[in-house]
Structure formats: C-alpha cells, structure tokens
T-cell receptor, first 112, second 113 residues
C-alpha cells in the first residue's frame, strides 16, 4: 500500500466550476498535510497546508482534513484555465522522521 | 521566488559519467531537502539536512548518490556512474516553520544517454 494515494485523473471541469481533488494516506498518525500545484516542466508550488480536522480556506482554495477517515481534499472554487496543472498531495508521517511522502498527483484541466 | 536556486537547470550526460548538482537556499534557512521526480510521479524523498548535518537519507538511495552541505549553506548532490534510470528532475527544497513547509527550487533536469 502506498503511503499517499491520489486519483491520477485527468480531471476536467468547465471554467467557473468547483474542482474537487482527493487524497488518502496510510499512516494514521500523520499530522501535517500539504497541497502543491505543479505546472508542466516546473517545480511544485505550495498552495495549502492543513494540520487540524476540518476546513481551511485561502481565497478560492479550501483544504479539508478528516483524520479519522485518513482523507484530505482540496476544493478549487470558480476554477480558471490558469488552474490547469497537476496537484500533488504531500503528507508528513508520525514515525517517519522528517520525510514527506507525495502522491502521484491529479491532473486538472479547466476548460474555458 | 521561493528563495532557492539550483544549478545547472539542465544536464545531459553519458552513462557512466559523474554529475554534481548545486542548491543554494537563502542563508537563514537551515533545513534543506533533496527529492527526485520522474515523469508521472510525485517527488521522492532522497535526503534531509539540518544545517550541515545530513540527518536522514532514503533507504532507496544507492551508494552512487551522495549529498553534502558544508557550513550549512549551499548543498551538492553527486551521482556517480550515472545510469539511464537516473534520468529525472532533481529538486531541492528549503523547509520553514514548525511543520517543515517546503518551498522548492526550480530543479535540475538530468538526462542520461
């Protein structure tokens, strides 16, 4: 079982819609969760971090964490073509020192 | 700007050659990570430095890989006797805050022919 799993997509949404990206993780004791955006040929860019159960909002982005279900999600409201990218979920485990585990990413395309 | 620069940005080498990459974080960041990312995959942890000390190293890292961070400033990643399977993007990240939020440099893309 992989430490972090994401649906690889591709996910396509029309401009203005809500994009929903999902991630599950295997280490129940994980405490830190991150979402990165990666444009083709570029390095990952941190867009959200979340550490407590519930929702965290930042502009058009909302991260949701449910530790009991070992599930973290990212919602993008009012999706724009510039949001088209691969979204990576990253998790820092409880007993893995300072190692972070990344999912394989979900490719999002926002259709104008 | 994430405050991390990497050089070179691209490297093409022949199988069996040695290569070295450099990462320069802004000076006040003492925590630094190296990752490798292949096409269609997420970044894979290679090693972690706190100041000049290499505190963690992936068990997946073969003996051909070595990393250093002299004086806790810039860091280098060397790959000896490169293989075609080493072709990837090599990413350096500085870590910040209590949860080690990571900010990546632009990466070095290695192609082994």
């Amino acid at each position: 079982q992989k430490e972090v799993e994401q649906n690889s997509g591709p996910l396509s949404v029309p401009e203005g819609a809500i994009a929903s990206l999902n991630c599950t993780y295997s280490d129940r004791g994980s405490q830190s969760f991150f979402w990165y955006r990666q444009y083709s040929g570029k390095s990952p860019e941190l867009i959200m971090s979340i550490y407590s159960n519930g929702d965290k909002e930042d502009g058009r982005f909302t991260a949701q964490l449910n530790k009991a279900s070992q599930y973290v999600s990212l919602l993008i409201r009012d999706s724009q073509p510039s949001d088209s990218a691969t979204y990576l979920c990253a998790v820092k485990g409880q007993n893995t020192g300072n190692q972070f585990y990344f999912g394989t990413g979900t490719s999002l395309t926002v259709i104008p | 700007d994430t405050g991390v620069s990497q050089n070179p940005r691209h490297k093409i080498t022949k199988r069996g050659q040695n290569v070295t990459f450099r990462c320069d974080p802004i000076s006040e960041h003492n925590r630094l990570y190296w990752y490798r990312q292949t096409l269609g995959q997420g970044p894979e942890f290679l090693t972690y430095f706190q100041n000049e000390a290499q505190l963690e190293k992936s068990r997946l890292l073969s003996d051909r890989f070595s990393a250093e961070r002299p004086k806790g400033s810039f860091s280098t990643l060397e790959i000896q006797r490169t293989e075609q399977g080493d072709s990837a993007m090599y990413l350096c990240a500085r870590a910040s805050g209590a949860h080690n939020e990571q900010f990546f440099g632009p990466g070095t893309r290695l192609t082994v022919l």
